[in-house]
């Protein structure tokens, strides 16, 4: 990617947005040092660990990091012959060591990770490793007494000699000979050897050897001659003991260094992995959505983008945008007054792009995509370089002559402020120059400018098209929202009112426009008013289904509610009613056996009467009930109908021609029914 383009989109402030969310250097690294891709297929990888990532934070919540760290430097010290790292430094490896042991078994053990899990099979097992170093070391790299039978024996005998030395150095100050002698009855250690304060004036009283003799010269620090050779029995064993920990220390870092490959390998893993969270963390922390890559070349559609830097700072505050470009519109325009947030429509297109192609979700809503740019070019901000004696005019052109030279196919190029700089007249025509030749070699062209030059060129050329950053004439003041299909005015001389200049003076202003001028102006105001009435219009639309839909919902739920009541009910009836079924069949069945033995008249009222009986009581709990007729095209108000779908009785409340469905109040709820799901008497 091109480094001015990723500066003036500052890109490199959302990377450290990114970074700073990193658990280690480990990832953080990585993604300083990572760059947009340009391969779909890698691109979309990369945004689906990120999801998964989403994901396994959710239901995992956070991961077991401690101890993830990079150890690289180490391993890279230990590549030298003969080459040792101290304890503190073979502590961190064995934290790394037993760190990926933890995250590889918590990704193993998450569902629905594939691509984390891939990166989880990458860590080699190096548990041997951290098991090792615990063994010998303790937390803060010390070897234990216990690293080694040698090592043990050496300690202990360290301990006798020294209580033998300390001992008998403690009696001879307590002898009545020295007493006077000694400057303070403290055994002291001077040159790793164990020494007594003697005055100076008493030297001759202590024989041995001066090892020091205190600032003020009051005082020699003595070895007297009888534990010399005490001194030298702990001096050897402190210096077997000494040598015997740098055994145990190489011992390990001899073993770190045999494994050098795999902790490099797992270095690596654990690197990706962490960078996986990072953005992760970010994308959770500003509630993003993962874009879509699209398989066609150069389109973008932004749904609710909200500029992630802006969003970092304002939060909720921060006005959300809609674009699309590419696909039949190759060149976007967008127009309206300065401080209208034109700028911050190339700034959050250019950063989307770039952050999907990082493997980032972006702060939109669903329905965010964009294709894979090969390139995203941007001439964005005041170009003017005193060092390089340059205008901000010649800053832009220099700009663009770079443009020109990478933009192609799979490009998308931001042009900020088209034309501005200049003569109008030649800037306008040189900026309807630039668009045609960038759309010419097939690149996607999103450009600001006040030039109305321009403005006709999108209105009147296949393949490009106007949008409009939407201005409240009535609070004077921009809305920081893109209409697309139309062009926007600059709005100076509402602006320069709002800002309180004389009134006199923009009279003036307004007295020196073209008489073509102003007709463009007042067309664009009517476009302008044309399409703020069609937005409304859609709204409004939008909320009546919305309605609507919200309506047959609680019906169809309402209906559910009603149909489960309804199966209880005569699922309950049923169990009620079966004994008496029961009965009655028996009684039929008695009078029928009675008919048979004694026939009569009398015992064939009998038996019709209990058939009776048994027929009503099934009619009456265990029948379907009666379908009502289907109600006319019409109905008026106050008819009953039955509603299908809750399989209860309502009232009409007024008649609805034409549309295909009534109000209709079941209980104390009113719903809108299609005719087709009611019934009349």
Request: hydrophobic share 40%; glycine share 8%; net charge negative.
């Amino acid at each position: 990617m091109d480094p001015h383009s990723l500066a003036v989109l500052e890109f490199r402030r959302v990377v450290e947005l990114v970074r700073e969310r990193a658990p280690s250097s480990l990832g953080a690294d990585l993604i300083t040092a990572s760059e947009p891709q340009t391969d779909r297929r890698l691109v979309r990888l990369r945004l689906r660990e990120t999801s998964q990532m989403r994901k396994l934070r959710e239901v995992n919540g956070a991961l077991p990091w401690g101890g993830s760290r990079d150890i690289t430097p180490h391993l890279e010290q230990l590549r030298a012959e003969n080459a040792w790292i101290d304890g503190q430094d073979l502590v961190l490896v064995a934290e790394f060591a037993g760190a990926c042991g933890r995250i590889a078994r918590a990704i193993r053990g998450a569902e629905g990770c594939p691509e984390l899990v891939h990166h989880a099979d990458g860590i080699p097992e190096v548990a041997d490793v951290e098991r090792e170093i615990r063994r010998c070391l303790t937390p803060e790299g010390e070897v234990r007494d216990d690293a080694s039978e040698e090592l043990l024996r050496l300690r202990r005998g360290i301990g006798r000699a020294r209580r033998d030395v300390v001992g008998a150095l403690e009696r001879m100050m307590g002898e009545a000979a020295h007493a006077t002698a000694i400057q303070e009855p403290i055994v002291t250690l001077r040159e790793e050897r164990y020494v007594i304060p003697v005055k100076s004036g008493s030297r001759g009283a202590v024989p041995g050897i001066v090892h020091d003799r205190s600032a003020s010269g009051q005082t020699v620090f003595v070895e007297p001659q009888a534990v010399v050779e005490m001194n030298n029995v702990l001096r050897e064993q402190i210096l077997a003991e000494r040598e015997e920990t740098r055994r145990i220390l190489r011992m390990l870092s001899e073993r770190v260094r045999h494994r050098g490959g795999e902790l490099r390998t797992a270095t690596a893993a654990m690197a990706e992995l962490e960078a996986i969270w990072a953005r992760a963390a970010y994308a959770d922390d500003g509630a993003m959505v993962e874009p879509a890559i699209f398989e066609e070349d150069g389109r973008i559609a932004l749904v609710g983008a909200r500029h992630p830097l802006l969003l970092a700072a304002l939060g909720e505050r921060t006005v959300p945008i809609d674009l699309a470009a590419g696909a039949q519109v190759r060149t976007l325009v967008v127009t309206g007054p300065n401080t209208g947030g034109k700028t911050v429509v190339l700034k959050t297109a250019g950063l989307f792009c770039l952050m999907a192609q990082s493997g980032m979700h972006v702060p939109g809503e669903a329905g965010t995509g964009m294709s894979c740019f090969t390139q995203v070019l941007a001439d964005i901000g005041d170009e003017q370089s005193i060092q390089q004696n340059l205008s901000t005019f010649s800053g832009h052109v220099k700009n663009v002559v770079s443009i020109l030279g990478k933009a192609g196919p799979g490009a998308l190029v931001l042009l900020d402020e088209l034309g501005a700089g200049t003569d109008p007249s030649e800037g306008a025509a040189l900026g309807v120059a630039i668009l045609e030749e960038l759309q010419r070699r097939g690149a996607v062209t999103i450009a600001t400018t006040h030039h109305n030059a321009v403005k006709i060129y999108a209105a009147t050329t296949p393949g490009a098209m106007n949008a409009a950053m939407e201005f409240d004439d009535r609070t004077l003041r921009p809305t920081y929202r893109l209409l697309a299909g139309i062009p926007g005015r600059s709005q100076a001389f509402a602006i320069a009112e709002n800002y309180g200049l004389e009134p006199a003076v923009i009279a003036r202003a307004r007295a020196q426009r073209t008489i073509g001028e102003e007709r463009f102006d007042r067309l664009m105001e009517q476009l302008e008013h044309e399409r703020g009435a069609a937005v409304r219009e859609r709204r409004e639309a939008a909320a009546a289904s919305a309605a609507l839909a919200l309506e047959r919902r609680e019906l169809e739920a309402h209906a559910a509610q009603q149909q489960r009541a309804w199966t209880e009910r005569k699922e309950k009836l049923q169990r009620e009613v079966r004994p008496a079924l029961r009965e009655a069949e028996r009684e039929l069945k008695e009078q029928l056996r009675l008919l048979r033995e004694t026939p009569g008249a009398g015992a064939t009222d009998r038996v019709k009467a209990a058939a009776k009986r048994l027929g009503d009581l099934s009619a009456e709990h265990l029948a379907p009930p009666e379908l009502a007729a289907p109600p006319p095209a019409a109905l008026a108000a106050g008819e009953r109908v039955f509603v299908n779908l809750l399989q209860s009785w309502g009232t009409v409340v007024e008649p609805v021609e034409g549309q295909g469905t009534a109000t209709v109040l079941v209980g104390e709820k009113r719903f809108t029914v299609p005719l087709k799901d009611l019934a009349h008497r």
